[in-house]
Structures are given as structure tokens and as C-alpha cells.
């Protein structure tokens, strides 16, 4: 299995700043942020999943460009998985005939472009020899984290979250995990924001790390335009055990 960034950022300005985003092998994203739109059309005609963190703009903005763009082309309705709670923002406020067609009646509700399928914290999703379960996270909105394992390892995306205890008992209890994908939006100097934004600064990623038990690869994503070297820095000054290393657009993981 391997795992594509098609964005890692925390915004947008320039070609290596586009919102979160991951393709996993040819079929399945998760989140759908700005970076899809780098794909091409017959690469877009593909994804049959998208499994979605949370409902902010950075990780869903692409949603309705791709159904709108391939939805004609295919036999069978693009499927995204999420909690109740963010399916529900996204019928109220993204496809609702007013900010977007709702594609999940477009041609007719018997043979759609767009389906809906609701997944519960610690529910699992198999697709064929692949797994993803819906783990916790701690965001200013219902959210979750994803557990990608590929029956071999195991990869972890925090999604975008604040300091969770129930997170990182999580991860602790994922003994294949080979890679951590976590997030660290803002610097120290912002741990205000950070914390009410319930997002990471480099300390409590720190503090969030110093409290793991196994011992993956850790990537940071999210990290705001023009901050990011300022961030990397202050998480590399704190010498912990684990030693993150940014993520960059375009690197694949394989697992």
C-alpha cells in the first residue's frame, strides 16, 4: 500500500502549498483538500472513497469539484465516509442547492453521483485487503483521525487536532504503527491560538509524543504558510525521543 501527499499545508500561496490531502493507493482519499485538484482527470475518475477528518473548508474544499467533475463518467456514486455530525454540515451548508447541486439526488436518488455513509468512533471500513478505522481527535468541531492499516502496518493521520488523551491512548494501542501523520498548525508564541483553535504548537505536540509507547516515523503536516521553518525549529529544539520530520507535498509512503 502507499500513500500519496497531494497537500500537507495549513493554506494556500504557491504550487507547494495545498491544503491536506492524501491519496492512497488509486482509489481512496483521505480528506479533500485543494491538493486533488492536482490530479489529473483520469486519475479524479478513480477515487471511489473519500474519508473525511472533519468538516472545515482545508479538508473538504475539493469535494464537490471532483463528483461535479466525474460524476458523468462513472457507473457507481463517489462514497465519503465521515461522523453524522459532519455529513450533516456537509448536506446543510456545502450541497444544498444554493452553495452546490446536491449530487446525492443528481441523476435521480436511485443512481446518484455523490453517496453518504455515516461511520461511528472505532468503526472500520475494509476495502479489499485494506483497513481504515475512525480514531479520536480533538478539534473546535467533530472530528476524527484515521488508522490506515495495510494488513502488514499500520499509518495514523491525526487530522486536525488539540492535546487528546484518547488519541494518544490510540496510538499506543496500535503496536504495527510505522508512521504518524500529526499536525502542528501553529508556533509557540501562538500556543493561545493554538489552544483556542484547538490545533498543536511544537510543546504540546511534544508533551502529545513524550507519551507515545511505540515508536513510528512522525511527519508534521498543517503547517501554516511562513511559519514553517520557525515551527520545525522549535519542535527540533526539544530533543525528544521521537524526531519529527516535516511532510512534503508529493512524498509517498509505503507500508
Known amino acids: 500500500m502507499k500513500l500519496t501527499v497531494l497537500g500537507c499545508s495549513g493554506g494556500i500561496g504557491g504550487a507547494k502549498a495545498r491544503t491536506t490531502a492524501f491519496l492512497v493507493d488509486d482509489d481512496v482519499l483521505v480528506d479533500c483538500g485543494t491538493g486533488v485538484g492536482d490530479l489529473e482527470l483520469d486519475a479524479l475518475k478513480q477515487i471511489d472513497h473519500i474519508f473525511i477528518t472533519h468538516p472545515h473548508l482545508d479538508h473538504i474544499a475539493s469535494i464537490p469539484l471532483l463528483v461535479d467533475s466525474v460524476g458523468d463518467e462513472r457507473g457507481y456514486p463517489v462514497t465519503v465516509y465521515a461522523t453524522l455530525e459532519t455529513l450533516r454540515i456537509l448536506r446543510s451548508h456545502i450541497f444544498n442547492w444554493l452553495v452546490w447541486p446536491d449530487f ?16 461511528k468512533l472505532g468503526e472500520s471500513v475494509k476495502l479489499g485487503g485494506r483497513t481504515l478505522t475512525a480514531m ?18 499500520q499509518l495514523l493521520y491525526s487530522g486536525d487536532t488539540a492535546y487528546c488523551p484518547e488519541l494518544i491512548a490510540a496510538i499506543n494501542g496500535l503496536p504495527e504503527l510505522r508512521h504518524l501523520i500529526i499536525e502542528t498548525a501553529f508556533p509557540d508564541e501562538q500556543r493561545g491560538l493554538a489552544m483556542a483553535s484547538r490545533h498543536l504548537c511544537p510543546s504540546m505536540l511534544v508533551a502529545m509524543l513524550d507519551e507515545l509507547t511505540v515508536s513510528p516515523e512522525v511527519y508534521i503536516s498543517h503547517l501554516k504558510p511562513g511559519l ?11 530533543s525528544a ?15
Not at 443512481?111 to 453518504?116: A, C, D, I, K, T
Open 136 to 153: 479520536p481527535a480533538h478539534h473546535t468541531v467533530p472530528a476524527v483521525s484515521y488508522c490506515i492499516d495495510s494488513g502488514n502496518a
Open 104 to 119: 446525492t439526488s443528481i441523476p435521480d436518488r436511485h443512481r446518484p453521483f455523490l453517496r453518504f455513509q455515516p461511520m
Open 228 to 238: 514553517g521553518e520557525r515551527i520545525m525549529e522549535q519542535i527540533e529544539s526539544y
Open 241 to 255: 525521543r521521537l524526531r519529527p520530520v516535516p511532510l512534503v507535498q508529493g512524498q509517498i509512503i509505503e507500508f
